[in-house]
Structures are given as structure tokens and as C-alpha cells.
């Protein structure tokens, strides 16, 4: 009987691999990038800088075209893993021919003759002018995980021979990348 039961088998195998099988390669190709974190901000997403009241005088704001009223300093503050740049992209509306001064909003009681200016504080300690409606890379590369803070300081500059005293708001946007 184990004879009989070896034939079978054996019958079973040929029949069962005579026949042809169907069979397909296929690739997939994956692909994809490990990118680093992104900052997290930290401070408030809308933030009141207050240049305060500037009175106008002789030897500062008011005495000549480019000159400044105080510098009024500000913030942001991230929480950033290491190894990235901080680019900002600010947006406004600029003096005309002057790409780093924010015009004053338009109104009935506005002041004339002046603009906003901002300057942001660079890793080399220097404070560079922020150019508007382009980009800035503030931070280069985030050397150490954790808080990040971004120094600004903002002030009045004139921009004509008189200064037409009134209100000096503006807007500015601040468009924040990290790549």
C-alpha cells in the first residue's frame, strides 16, 4: 500500500507541475524626502509695535529728509530644530522708491513726509535694514535646537523737506520660512 500511496504522489507532482504558471515582475518605484522640523511660533501671531508719539524738532525727526525718530526694538520668538535657515518675506506697501520703507496708511488725519522703517538684528550682531517685498534670511542655519528670538527694531524716517504732522500707522506682514 505505500507503494500505491508513492505512485500517487509522485503522479500528483508531475501533474501538478506540468502545467505552466503566469507570472509578473513588477517595480515600484518609491521615492520621498526626510525634511527637517519646522519653527514653532512662540510669540503672538499679531503684534502692536507702538513708535509712541514722535515730536518733530530741529535736529531729529523733522529737521531733514532721512532723518530718524527713535528706535523702537520688538520681537519674535520660535522654537526651531537645528540645521535650518529662518527666512522672511515681508510684505507692505513701500514708499515710492524706497524698497525698505513701509508707507503710512492712508487717512483723512495721516501724516506726510515720513515712513517706517524696520531693521532686524543679524547673527554677526549687525542690524540690517528689511528689505520689503523680498526676501530676507535672517537666520542662516539654527545651530541649536530650542527658543529662537528674532530682534526688529522700527522707527519714523523722513522722506520729504517737511514733515506734515498727523497719524503714522501701518501694516506690515511678516511671511515667515523655513526651508
Same mark, same amino acid.
Given at each position: 500500500m505505500s507503494a500505491i500511496i508513492k505512485q500517487s504522489a509522485c503522479l500528483f507532482a508531475v501533474l501538478c507541475l506540468s502545467f505552466n504558471a503566469a507570472a509578473y515582475?513588477?517595480?515600484?518605484?518609491?521615492?520621498?524626502?526626510?525634511?527637517?522640523?519646522?519653527?514653532t511660533l512662540l510669540s503672538s501671531s499679531v503684534v502692536n509695535v507702538k513708535l509712541n508719539d514722535v515730536y518733530l524738532s530741529n535736529t531729529g525727526l523733522g529737521s531733514k529728509p532721512d532723518s530718524v525718530s527713535d528706535k523702537v526694538d520688538w520681537n519674535i520668538v520660535l522654537e526651531c530644530p537645528s540645521d535650518i535657515p529662518v527666512i522672511i518675506n515681508p510684505a507692505g506697501t513701500t514708499v515710492s522708491g524706497k524698497s525698505s520703507l513701509l508707507a503710512i496708511a492712508p487717512a483723512a488725519d495721516a501724516a506726510s513726509g515720513v515712513g517706517i522703517e524696520t531693521e532686524y538684528k543679524a547673527a554677526d550682531g549687525a542690524w540690517k535694514v528689511l528689505e520689503l517685498n523680498k526676501t530676507n534670511t535672517i537666520v542662516s542655519t539654527v545651530k541649536n535646537d530650542g527658543i529662537l528670538t528674532l530682534n526688529?527694531? $522700527?522707527?519714523?524716517?523722513?522722506?520729504?523737506?517737511?514733515?506734515?504732522? $498727523?497719524t503714522a500707522n501701518a501694516t506690515l506682514d511678516l511671511n515667515i520660512v523655513y526651508k
Open positions: 515582475d513588477a517595480i515600484y518605484k518609491i521615492s520621498g524626502r526626510i525634511q527637517p522640523g519646522t519653527c526688529f527694531r $522700527g522707527y519714523y524716517r523722513q522722506t520729504a523737506a517737511e514733515i506734515t504732522p $498727523g
